[in-house]
T-cell receptor
Framework: DTGVSQDPRHKITKRGQNVTFRCDPISEHNRLYWYRQTLGQGPEFLTYFQNEAQLEKSRLLSDRFSAERPKGSFSTLEIQRTEQGDSAMYLCASSKYGGRVPGELFFGEGSRLTVL | KNEVEQSPQNLTAQEGEFITINCSYSVGISALHWLQQHPGGGIVSLFM???GKKKHGRLIATINIQEKHSSLHITASHPRDSAVYIC????????????FGKGTKLTVNP
């Protein structure tokens, strides 16, 4: 098992461009979370999936943001018409949700976005 | 007021010192996580607690559910322990989404 992988690790783009990040969770994990972290702050929740269903979205996730997990495996996070305020580290995490017992969480290395 | 408060924000120690980082939270939780983040961004889960105490090597984590407080201790600190330590709580209600503290930056000098 290679853990949670994210791609790309770094992305530099110009304001107004679209960007897409991919997250491959640990294979048997049914839950997948996206978080955003700006410099000097703790991560903030964006959205999460259980299998292919997107169960919750934060108010931080504006209309320009969309996330998918089409087959319940990998997930993509797309940001349209990027703004400088979107510059952040985008973190993906996965866990195996068993119902009553919280699942151990595994994080990817993150995708750092810089919007010029 | 943040739902998860950590103290101190920054901590500098000499190699070998005993270190304590504190975390207080204000919401009902299903679990509390202690995480380690090195420069460059990667986050590693150190502990997941819902009660009591856990120990892994030189690291010890405790939680007091009634007082809504947790501590992370590092015994015999080493320069390689230098990192940001983040407390995060998993909300009750089934989502297990995390609410994070701002982190404690630890620097251990040789």
């Amino acid at each position: 098992d290679t853990g949670v992988s994210q791609d790309p690790r770094h992305k530099i783009t110009k304001r107004g461009q679209n960007v897409t990040f991919r997250c491959d969770p640990i294979s048997e994990h049914n839950r997948l979370y996206w978080y955003r972290q700006t410099l000097g702050q703790g991560p903030e929740f964006l959205t999460y999936f259980q299998n292919e269903a997107q169960l919750e979205k934060s108010r931080l996730l504006s209309d320009r943001f969309s996330a998918e997990r089409p087959k319940g495996s990998f997930s993509t996070l797309e940001i349209q018409r990027t703004e400088q305020g979107d510059s952040a580290m985008y973190l993906c995490a996965s866990s195996k949700y068993g119902g009553r017992v919280p699942g151990e969480l595994f994080f990817g290395e993150g995708s750092r976005l810089t919007v010029l | 007021k943040n739902e998860v408060e950590q103290s101190p924000q920054n901590l500098t120690a000499q190699e070998g010192e005993f270190i304590t980082i504190n975390c207080s939270y204000s919401v009902g939780i299903s679990a509390l996580h202690w995480l380690q983040q090195h420069p460059g961004g990667g986050i590693v889960s150190l502990f997941m607690l819902s009660s009591g105490k856990k120990k892994h090597g030189r690291l010890i984590a405790t939680i007091n559910i009634q007082e809504k407080h947790s501590s992370l201790h590092i015994t015999a600190s080493h320069p390689r322990d230098s990192a940001v330590y983040i407390c995060a709580v998993a909300a009750q209600g089934g989502s297990e989404k995390l609410v994070f503290g701002k982190g404690t930056k630890l620097t251990v000098n040789p």
